[in-house]
């Protein structure tokens, strides 16, 4: 098992704005209301192709696929809530909790896939959606794929039942505790909260208010033999320090992918810490954090699967 990915998809956006429908459960989202939506556009799609372009200047293969004009879907930039592409070949499409979130599962990016990469089963948990559950993939769940270990931090983006049932049937322990920010509102997805790279966790622990669950965490991360590197409140709710993702490159060496911002909130201690184990890779996605309300690891689906060989 590798713990990062060698490959990652993202998506152009066409309609990036704020999204009304997801604000009630993500505290992050901030609408900018002196920005025209032609404007915040712009400066989102400059975010992003800057992003890519240093993604792939240190040799990291991105797949970019380039989101549709209609039905308008303001969160598209953010697809490794809806698609996972694991390493035993399973795609999985996961039940996302807004209605126009679930637009963004395109059945020509899921046949694209199909094409390009060697899928072995496939697994779409979208029937979810109906009983108003979701499960939004790496967003809800952050994998320990070593150790087979996964994380959630239960929102109304992380149904308990959705989240053991699914980790159970890919063969992963599953893990949940609860995350809080200081008005004592869940937090809405784990990977704001944690990132798990090649031997090391970076983690809010004062989010999770709860003594026995701390504890809990604290001994598999040990038991695993991870590195505990520890955010503070302020990095992770003002500045996106847990939205990271580790990923691998063409030469073999990992990265640590994260915004500006959140490189910034970092301490020198905290970066020793972390270039321990990868090369810390930040970019500048101001904008789109701010009206988005997530970060540099909700914009990169990994894929795991293996190419296809053409003849």
């Keep these: 098992m590798r713990q990062s990915a060698t490959n990652v998809m993202m998506v152009r956006p066409a309609s990036f704005q704020f999204n009304h429908e997801t604000a009630q459960s993500n505290e992050f989202q901030n609408n900018i209301e002196d920005l025209s939506r032609e404007e915040t556009l712009r400066i989102a799609q400059t975010e992003f192709d800057t992003m890519v372009t240093e993604l792939t200047s240190h040799k990291i293969n991105v797949l970019v696929v380039h989101d549709t004009i209609s039905p308008e879907k303001p969160d598209a930039i953010f697809p490794n809530n809806w698609i996972s592409m694991g390493q035993d070949g399973t795609m999985t499409i996961f ?23 060697q899928v072995q089963k496939e697994m779409d948990l979208s029937h979810y959606e109906v009983m108003n559950k979701a499960l939004e993939g790496t967003g809800s769940i952050v994998y320990d794929h070593i150790h087979k270990i996964a994380y959630g931090c239960l929102s109304p983006r992380t149904e308990l039942d959705l989240f053991t049932d699914y980790c159970t049937q890919i063969g992963y322990e599953a893990v949940s505790f609860h995350s809080f920010d200081t008005q004592g509102t869940l937090i809405y997805h784990t990977n704001v909260v944690m990132c798990i790279g090649s031997g090391f966790v970076v983690i809010g622990m004062d989010t999770i208010t709860d003594q026995e669950e701390r504890e809990k965490l604290e001994a598999k991360f040990k038991a695993s033999q991870l590195e505990i590197i520890y955010l503070t409140n302020e990095q992770i709710l003002q ?15 990992l990265f640590l992918v994260m915004s500006q911002r959140a490189f910034q909130s970092l301490t020198e201690i905290q970066k020793i810490q972390i270039e321990k184990y990868a090369a810390i890779l930040p970019v500048s996605i101001d904008l789109i954090e701010k009206i988005g309300g997530g970060s540099a690891r909700c914009m990169m689906a990994e894929i795991f699967l293996d190419k296809k060989h053409t003849i």
């Design 239 to 253: 500045h996106f320090a847990g939205n990271m993702l580790q990923v691998e490159n063409m030469a073999g060496e």
């Design 95 to 117: 039940p996302m909790k807004t209605k126009n979130r679930q637009l963004e599962k395109r059945k020509d990016i899921i046949e694209f896939i199909r094409d390009k990469y």
